[in-house]
């Protein structure tokens, strides 16, 4: 896997611009901040977006995959104040599901999500070794 930068742009923060990958293609539908009895965890934002990372990578490695096989991450939310207000505790949340691996990422403020009380969704794309 290769992280893709153009010449003269800044490195981002937290994500990559871009990836390159070669191998098995694994499309991990939105995940929210549930546990396996599909309750959510909190009506925390915080502790929704752990839990929805957290079940993303928990699928990833059903699939055989670890995290640095994550190529993008789309992350719905419902309030991007929030978001805002509480990033540096995420990027905490974040390193010790994800680790030091920043696939190519979205972010997207929506009305609401499906489930009622879910602040939170993400959706991923991995692409596994062969």
């Known amino acids: 896997m290769t992280q ?10 937290g994500y990559s611009n871009g990836i390159v990958a070669k191998g098995r293609f694994l499309a991990i539908s ?3 901040g549930w546990d396996e009895k599909l309750q959510l965890v909190s009506d925390d934002f915080l502790d929704q977006a752990c839990q929805a990372l957290s079940n993303v990578v928990d699928i990833l490695v059903a699939a055989g995959g670890k995290p640095e096989h994550l190529v ?3 992350w719905y939310i419902t309030d991007k104040q929030e978001y805002r ?3 540096r505790e995420l990027g905490a949340c974040y390193k010790k599901i994800v680790g030091e691996h920043y696939p190519a990422m979205a972010l997207v403020q929506v009305a609401a ?3 009622e009380g879910a602040k939170v969704e993400i959706e991923a794309t991995a692409v596994l070794p062969e």
């Open 85 to 87: 207000a509480r990033l």
């Open 113 to 115: 999500l499906l489930e």
């Open 72 to 74: 993008r991450l789309t």
């Open 30 to 32: 939105g995940q929210i």
């Open 4 to 13: 893709i930068h153009p010449e003269g742009w800044p490195r981002p923060s």
